[in-house]
């Protein structure tokens, strides 16, 4: 399992590329997402939006997102009432595969370390693709606890069919 196929010019197995694939993918919705504007209405939304971006990307077979807003800061009041996205309120899970090669990552808050952790799950052949959102799941339900989370656990208040984001790009701005 040399690399034959790897896009990577340094003497990487396949398997090596993967886990520097996954924590790319981890990293970049880290840093590309923290700081923006959420809200228990728009939660979900932003949660499958990250998910489109991430499958845009090479070797991805399935990721998840959910985003908790209950674990983040103050929320302002009238037209300033959302919190902006921490990474408390963050977990990803991100499966990659190449070939029978696959690995599974996540990235979540551990309140012990207090530190948002970006880790390998598992490494090796073809597994179980990550669960895709079910129609219809009840509010509520996680894989690992009961409190109420946004994201790609669906619910009554989900929107379906908007992965796209709405940002458009504008010209660069200009001093002042």
């Known amino acids: 399992m040399g690399r034959a196929r790897s896009i990577h ?9 993967l886990l520097f694939e ?8 880290f840093h590309q997402y923290l700081g923006i ?3 228990p209405a728009t939660a979900a939304g932003l949660a499958r939006t ?3 971006a991430v499958r845009l990307q090479p070797y991805v077979r ?7 807003v209950r674990r983040g800061g103050p929320v302002g009041r009238g037209r300033f009432g959302y919190r ?3 990474a408390e309120m963050l977990e990803v899970d991100v499966e990659l595969a190449d070939g029978p090669l696959s690995v599974r990552a996540r990235l979540a808050h551990r309140a012990d ?12 052949g073809a ?3 990550i669960p895709a959102p079910r129609a219809g799941r009840r509010r509520g339900r996680s894989d690992r606890r009961s409190s109420t989370s946004a994201g790609s656990g669906g619910g009554r208040r989900t929107p379906r069919g908007h992965g796209r984001s709405s940002r458009r790009r504008g010209s660069p701005r200009r001093p002042a």
């Open 84 to 86: 902006y996205l921490t």
């Open 62 to 68: 399935a990721i998840r997102v959910r985003v908790d």
């Open 127 to 129: 597994r179980r693709p």
């Open 37 to 39: 504007p959420v809200s």
């Open 50 to 52: 990250i998910e489109a």
């Open 9 to 17: 010019p340094a003497p990487l197995s396949r398997r090596e590329a």
């Open 22 to 29: 996954a924590g790319v993918k981890l990293g970049g919705v």
């Open 113 to 124: 370390l207090r530190y948002p952790l970006m880790r390998v799950e598992a490494v090796g």
